[in-house]
């Protein structure tokens, strides 16, 4: 069942997918209809104030926590609350690597640029295609003489608005890495590569989203991600924001595995 405020706990599964939902569609929110990839991330234990993110305020996202304390449930309705809203592989991909078959219940969204990464070769191999790809759309930045990705589109949708050669350029959607459990596949090079990614990804629209174990966070890794999510206790985490300042207790979104696959495989049309 989904977690957002401690009254859901007496909903039914499907009332607490249902506030999921009403989440991520309430139009009050506005951070779900101004913003470029954006999602939830729960409720301030002291208030009842939803705690949402974009990938221009938050773009990477660290989540460290003892192994049982909720991480992955924790990626997964990111995750949901991410393909509900941008349902289109034109508008966001996603790059998954896991230790297990957890993720695999994401293998049929479109949004998916390639099957769940399980192989840690294959997830060195996919990290080294995305810093590629990132210098790649900084060249086309340059092209255009725009610095982020929502220049770059925008420059492109008014060209073809206004009947111009687009010369073969496409707008590129903004590409989300999701890596649960760091430690499988963390080596200098991988290190090497997330930390990059880390420093340049924004701009490029490349973004991380890395479940770890405190041990496993080295002191490079720690200093070049601002936000951070800290498991204290099953259901309860610390949020560390740049834009905050400070760390806040925060409710977090729970998901079932049941209510993912229903959500995403079984009926694709409750996301419409």
């Known amino acids: 069942m989904l977690y957002i405020r401690r009254d859901f706990e007496n909903m039914s599964a499907e009332e607490c997918t249902a506030q999921l939902v009403r989440v991520m569609d309430d139009d009050g929110i506005r951070i779900f209809t101004d913003n470029p990839v954006a999602y939830v991330l729960g409720i301030k234990e002291d208030s009842s104030d939803y705690v949402t ?142 930390v990059r990614i880390a420093q340049l990804g924004r701009s490029a629209g490349i973004h991380l989203f890395i479940t770890a174990s405190p041990s496993d966070v080295t002191p490079l890794m720690k200093v070049n991600f601002d936000n951070r999510v800290e498991f204290v206790e099953t259901g309860k985490m610390l949020y560390h924001s740049h834009e905050w300042g400070v760390k806040d207790h925060v409710l977090y979104s729970f998901l079932a595995d049941p209510e993912i696959s229903r959500m995403v495989l079984k009926e694709p049309d409750t996301w419409g």
């Not at 996919?126 to 990705?149: P, T």
């Open 53 to 194: 993110g974009t990938t221009y305020m938050v773009p990477h996202l660290l989540i460290t926590g003892p192994a049982g304390s909720g991480k992955t449930s924790f990626i997964n309705t990111v995750i949901l609350s991410m393909i509900r809203k941008y349902k289109m592989p034109e508008e966001l991909g996603f790059v998954m690597i896991g230790k297990t078959d957890e993720l695999h219940v994401f293998d049929e969204i479109p949004q998916l640029v390639r099957p769940v990464i399980t192989d840690p070769s294959e997830a060195a191999e996919a990290l080294k295609k995305a810093m590629d790809l990132m210098c790649e759309r900084y060249h086309r930045f340059a092209d255009l003489n725009v610095s982020f990705l929502w220049e770059h589109n925008m420059v492109l949708d008014t060209m073809e608005r206004n009947g111009k050669d687009l010369h073969g350029m496409k707008p590129m959607p903004s590409i989300v890495i999701v890596i649960d459990d760091l430690e499988h596949i963390l080596t200098e090079e991988t290190e090497s590569n997330i």
